[in-house]
Nanobody, 115 residues
Framework: QVQVVESGGGLVQAGGSLRLSCTAS????????MGWHRQAPGKQRELVAH???????IYADSMKGRFTISRDNAKNTVSLQMNSLKSEDTAVYYC?????????WGQGTQVTVSS
């Protein structure tokens, strides 16, 4: 069974840091891109960060300079280091894994930033 599993969410004070991790099961082959989206209550899902198989990255403007995405191709993992968190970063964060033919999504992990 193909699985994409996120971990690392939680409650943090504004200005603090969290690190999210995502692991794709070994059944997912030929992974191209990986990344993170998020969805806050009452808002549409939005891109947070994206990383290609070659390591090129894309960030949403509001995350630039605060968030860092990285991946370990050998382990099928992608991580998101989030610093200087703000209350508006509160959302469910979803990991995705993209192959040539499909896109897989995790169930999401809650990040709550208290002001």
């Amino acid at each position: 069974q193909v699985q994409v599993v996120e971990s690392g969410g939680g409650l943090v004070q504004a200005g603090g840091s969290l690190r999210l991790s995502c692991t794709a099961s070994e059944r997912i082959f030929s992974i191209n891109a990986m990344g993170w989206h998020r969805q806050a209550p009452g808002k549409q899902r939005e891109l947070v960060a994206h990383i290609s198989s070659g390591g090129s990255t894309i960030y949403a403007d509001s995350m630039k300079g605060r968030f860092t995405i990285s991946r370990d191709n050998a382990k099928n993992t992608v991580s998101l280091q989030m610093n200087s968190l703000k209350s508006e970063d509160t959302a469910v964060y979803y990991c995705y894994v993209r192959t040539t033919n499909r896109e897989y999504w995790g169930q999401g992990t809650q990040v709550t930033v208290s002001s």
